[in-house]
Every structure is written in structure tokens, then in C-alpha cells.
């Protein structure tokens, strides 16, 4: 409304004649065009928008001047008309901060996500040390959006007794694979509507359980939920929601990737993830050199030791990920300031703010192996595989990325450092860790799971094989190797019967372990080998070998695991031909086909024998 002219008397003033913002423009500190009945931001966060009611008109006596700059509400007038404007975002950020957002905008812009961020969006960030709960940087949820509980758009409803459920499933039969989330604080949270409605963790997680429910209804909901998770979590990431919980979100995202066999899509979100972790510092939270801007988010001792948890997580997701494929890890152990976290156990059973049981990560190998902690009988056979998989990657590492500076004595010193380290860390097990059978049923899981990684870190340092995960057959001087009795392929085949003998072993014991989707490319690996000695010797037991993982992977695929369902159609693929294979002109590896005219290209990789 305008104001009136300039007389003597009583006249009435209006607080001014600029636009007020609506409520949830006011609680994200966002410019609001004003419009009605919904303002632009509001219609495109499809989020209901409300405005406080006009203002009363205020009566003064006297000349008309200019209205006071204190009467509007909450003072907002006074910055609106004494600076010339108002800017919610006048805050800076830090420069990390707007570099993720540019990073992140572009990501979403690619996407099919119906979400628009402004060109002069500057986030404000009033600490890292505030580590509040997402839904305060999130816009207001209603029931009218869609996320009033966690279901899917034109998808069945979860009921809170179904989310409690699907969460119990989950703690019980996936969390242990990859130990990151406080139960007990976790299903208190869930009992919040509103929070469970705006979490990505909650969706993730229900997505993973979902594939296990025995109702169908449920099950069907997986794929639906995990975009619901995905899409949720842009918005977290966008919002500066939960920074602990947004990573523990896309931790689940990632292995729900991974167990669907999309590597890359694995990979794309294990970046996203990490350089997220990377921009808060919680890849440094024990490094003494970290900068003193650098503050972590975290309220109490717990919650810290939640998060070792969780990076730790995030590396072994990255170490699974892509050891088979022969490609860079995205996790630069280099710059991983985390120490091992304690007996992950804790985090069923409640964390205790003592900091007891940790110990320090470092990259040198003589660390790998087991040692005694003051103050703990014995080790924990998580640290043992963390430290396991922290190897497998270092040979990994050797076996498929040589540096441009290297030479021929650094490369055989560093293969023998690496072998003469597997060799300590197999000789300083624990004893009840030397064979399944006298592993204790707790630890029968993560027992089977590290002596397979071991035997597999033997495998590719005795014969780095990164061409079995994409290959469309098997390479014609691997072929030749098995037949011409290589020491190197010897060793590795040793070790392949090796993880066949664990495999019978804990059959016996708990099938259940042998179903951990991270076993998949080992097995796989062990399909390879088996089938190309098959082949040269004709010895009935390899290919009875071969049955055995097939079957396994039968297994896995019944679970819903689809990447054991592609390593399957490899090894039948494998089985289909004679194991031939030429090389064109062109430089490129051929399959060639008995009774065929037809050529597959194969990844030209090479095997090398050390």
C-alpha cells in the first residue's frame, strides 16, 4: 500500500510496502518474492506456504515523516530501509563450502530431480561445530507433499509398526557388513514422524530391509524407497542438513549399488560421499595437523567415535568397489586421518564416552599386523579385517598402477615389502582364528570373511588378475599360463583352493556367512582360475569347483544380490567357449567362437606374473 502524503494531524502509518516473507522463506533465511497464494520458492519446493497476518495500521500525531525503521516486525524493517535492502544470505560460508555447492549444483542439474538452485544462492554456515539435526536446514514437510511417512509416490504406505520392523531387519542382517549407525539413537529418532519423513537414512534403510521382507507389498517397494533416499539426500547435502547422517545415508545408497552390480553409479556416489566428508573434516579427525578452522560437527565423545565408524565403512565400500576391476580407488588413504574405531559391537549396545580400544592408522605396513592393545583382551576381528582390506588395497594399488617415476628396484622392493607383510599378518592371527571350526559362532561372519580377503590379497600379488571384472572371456596368455605351470599362476591357484577349503569348512558351520556380497568378487576370481586349470588338466574336482560358487551365487541372487546374478552369466559365458582367444590388428583382444562368425571385444588388459 503507499503511503500518504506528507500533512499535519493523525494519519495512519503502515509497517511498509515492500512484501513480506512468508514463513518457511523466513525460517531458511531465503529472499521471498512474496507472491500469492504461494511464493516461488515454496511452489517449487512443494512445500505449503503461509504468511503471518497483515500488520494493524499505527496511529501518529504530528508532521508526517518518514515511518520509524523499528516498527516492522522482528526488526527486519530496520536492516530493509537503514542498509537498502535485506539479504538473508549476508552471511559468507566458507570457501570449501560454496565450492561443494557449486560441485553438487552441477550434479543436480544433470539429474532427473525436479529441483532449481538460484545462481546467487550463498549458503550460510553459522559453524561446523553446529551439528543440528537436518530438518532445520530442510524446508517444512506437510502431509501434503508426499513425505508425510515413508512411502513412495503412488507406492503403499510404511506404517510405524513396518518402519520398526524393517529396521530391526536391518540391524539384524545387513548393519554388521558395514557397522556405522548408533541403533539404540537411531530407533529412538524413529519414533519422530516428521524426522523419519525428511531422513535419507531412514529411506536407505528401508530400502535395504525391504529386500528381505517376506511380504511382497514390501518388497516392492525397494527400488521406489532407494530413489526416495537418493533424492532426499541431494536436498540434505544442498540444505547443509546432518553432515554424520547424510555420509551414513550415502554409505547404504553406495551398497545398494554395489550389490545391484552398478559399479559406476557406486563409484560416482562413493566421490560425493567422500568429498563431502573431505570439506567437514571428518577425514581428519585425528590428525594432529589438522587446521584450526578446520571444527568437527560433533556434540559429545560418541558421536565421534560413530564417526570413525562410518569412514571406516566408507573405505571398505571403496575397497570392494573396485579391487576387481583394477581401477583407482576413490579413497586416498594418504589423506585418512581416522584411526580404527572400537569394537563395533558398541554400537548395538550403546557407545560409552570412553575412548579406550582405539588404534592408530598409518600407512606403514609393519602396522598391519596384529598386536596386542593395552587394556582389551585381544583384538577384535573387525580390526583385523579393516586392517585385511587396508593390504588388499595396497596390493592392488601395486599390481595395476605403476608411478611414472618408479623403476625396476622401488617396484621389487615394494612387491617383497608387500609380500613379506601378508606373510606377518597371516603368522599373527589368533589362534582360534587359524581354522573356522574353532572360531567362535559370533565371529564365524567376519572370520570367513577375513581369511577370504587374505587369501585373495595372496591371488592378486602372486597374479594380478584386474581384467577378470569386465573381461567377456578369458585372456589368451592367462590360458596359456595355466597350461605352461607358472610359478606365478601355481601360487595364486594355491591360494584359490584355499578359499574353496574355507568355503566347505563354514558350510558346515554357518552357511550364512558364505552369502556376504563382499565374497562375490573373490569368488568370482576363484571361478576364473578354476575354470582355466579345468580346461588344461580336465581334473573333474576343478569343475566341481565351479559348481560349488555357482551355486553360492544362485544363493546370493535369491537374496536379492544381483551382482552375483552377473558373475554367474560371466562364468556361463566362460563355460560356452573354448577359452580361444586372438588379437586383431587393431590391438584389441577378440573372443573367438567355435562355429562363429561373430567376435566380442575383451578388455585389453594384461595379465603379468611376478
Not at 215 to 222: N, R, T, Y
Not at 524 to 539: G, M, N, P
Request: glycine share 6%.
Amino acid at each position: 500500500m503507499a503511503q500518504p502524503a506528507v500533512q499535519h494531524g493523525t494519519v495512519q502509518y503502515y509497517q511498509n510496502s515492500r512484501k513480506k516473507a512468508c514463513a518457511a522463506c523466513r525460517h531458511r533465511k531465503k529472499r521471498c518474492d512474496g507472491n500469492r497464494p504461494a511464493c516461488s520458492a515454496c511452489s517449487k519446493w512443494n512445500v505449503e506456504c503461509i504468511y503471518s497476518p497483515s500488520p494493524s495500521p499505527i496511529e501518529y500525531q504530528g508532521p508526517l515523516v518518514p515511518p520509524p525503521t523499528m516498527d516492522l516486525e522482528n526488526g527486519e524493517a530496520q536492516m530493509a530501509w537503514g542498509l537498502g535492502g535485506y539479504d538473508g544470505f549476508s552471511q559468507m560460508g566458507t570457501p570449501s563450502v560454496h565450492l561443494f555447492h557449486e560441485f553438487f549444483s552441477q550434479s543436480l542439474a544433470n539429474s532427473n530431480m525436479n529441483l532449481e538452485i538460484s545462481s546467487s544462492y550463498s549458503p550460510s554456515l553459522p559453524g561446523l561445530s553446529d551439528f543440528g539435526d537436518a530438518m532445520n536446514m530442510l524446508p517444512s514437510l506437510n502431509t501434503s507433499d508426499g513425505l508425510s511417512s515413508p512411502a513412495s509416490p503412488g507406492g503403499s504406505m510404511a506404517s510405524q509398526a513396518q518402519m520398526v520392523e524393517l529396521a530391526q531387519i536391518f540391524f539384524e542382517q545387513d548393519h554388521s557388513l558395514l557397522p556405522c549407525i548408533d541403533q539404540q539413537n537411531f530407533m529412538d529418532r524413529l519414533n519422530d514422524p516428521a524426522w523419519a519423513a525428511s531422513s535419507p537414512l531412514v529411506w536407505a534403510i528401508l530400502s535395504v530391509a525391504a529386500r528381505r521382507h517376506n511380504l511382497v507389498v514390501i518388497q516392492s517397494q525397494h527400488k521406489v524407497w532407494h530413489q526416495k533416499a537418493l533424492q532426499l539426500l541431494d536436498q540434505s547435502i544442498i540444505s547443509q542438513g546432518n553432515t554424520l547422517r547424510d555420509i551414513q545415508a550415502a554409505i547404504w545408497n553406495i551398497y545398494l549399488h554395489y550389490i545391484s552390480g552398478n559399479s559406476v553409479k557406486a563409484s560416482l556416489l562413493l566421490a560425493q560421499a567422500y568429498t563431502l566428508a573431505c570439506l567437514y573434516g571428518l577425514t581428519r579427525i585425528d590428525d594432529d595437523r589438522r587446521p584450526s578452522h578446520v571444527s568437527l560437527p560433533f556434540s559429545n565423545t560418541a558421536e565421534e567415535e560413530e564417526c570413525r565408524s562410518t569412514m571406516w565403512a566408507l573405505f571398505i565400500l571403496d575397497r570392494h568397489n573396485s579391487f576387481l576391476h583394477g581401477l583407482h580407488f576413490v579413497i586416498n588413504d594418504r589423506l585418512f586421518y581416522v584411526d580404527y574405531p572400537r569394537d563395533v559391537s558398541l554400537l548395538q549396545t550403546g557407545l560409552s564416552m570412553k575412548a579406550e580400544g582405539r588404534e592408530q592408522f598409518t600407512r606403514d605396513l609393519a602396522s598391519l599386523q596384529v598386536i596386542s592393545l593395552g587394556g582389551m583382551t585381544g583384538v577384535p576381528t573387525v580390526r583385523l579385517l579393516q586392517k585385511a582390506i587396508v593390504l588388499l588395497g595396497r596390493i592392488t594399488e601395486y599390481g595395476n598402477f605403476v608411478p611414472l617415476d618408479s623403476n625396476q628396484k622401488q617396484r621389487a622392493d615394494e612387491f617383497r615389502e608387500l609380500q613379506s607383510s601378508l606373510t606377518r599378518f597371516w603368522l599373527s592371527l589368533p589362534e582360534p582364528l587359524s581354522s573356522i571350526t574353532n572360531t567362535p559362532p559370533k565371529d564365524v561372519p567376519y572370520t570367513t570373511w577375513l581369511i577370504i580377503i587374505l587369501h585373495t590379497c595372496s591371488i592378486l600379488l602372486d597374479y594380478p588378475t584386474s581384467v577378470c571384472g569386465k573381461s567377456g572371456g578369458v585372456l589368451k596368455n592367462f590360458v596359456s599360463e595355466a597350461a605352461g605351470e607358472s610359478r606365478g599362476f601355481l601360487q595364486a591357484f594355491n591360494s584359490v583352493q584355499a578359499i574353496i577349503d574355507v568355503v566347505k569348512q563354514t558350510s558346515s558351520v554357518s552357511a550364512s556367512s558364505l552369502v556376504n556380497p563382499f565374497l562375490a568378487p573373490s569368488y568370482f576370481l576363484c571361478c576364473r582360475f578354476l575354470l582355466a586349470r579345468w580346461r588344461q588338466t580336465q581334473k573333474q574336482s576343478h569343475r566341481f569347483d565351479v559348481d560349488l560358487l555357482v551355486a553360492l551365487f544362485d544363493r546370493m541372487s535369491e537374496m536379492g544380490i544381483q551382482l552375483s546374478q552377473r558373475f554367474k552369466e560371466l562364468v556361463e559365458q566362460d563355460l560356452q567357449n573354448d577359452g580361444q582367444i586372438v588379437e586383431d590388428p587393431t590391438g584389441v583382444l577378440m573372443l573367438s567362437n567355435p562355429g562363429s562368425e561373430s567376435h566380442s571385444p575383451v578388455s585389453n588388459l594384461q595379465f603379468r606374473n611376478m
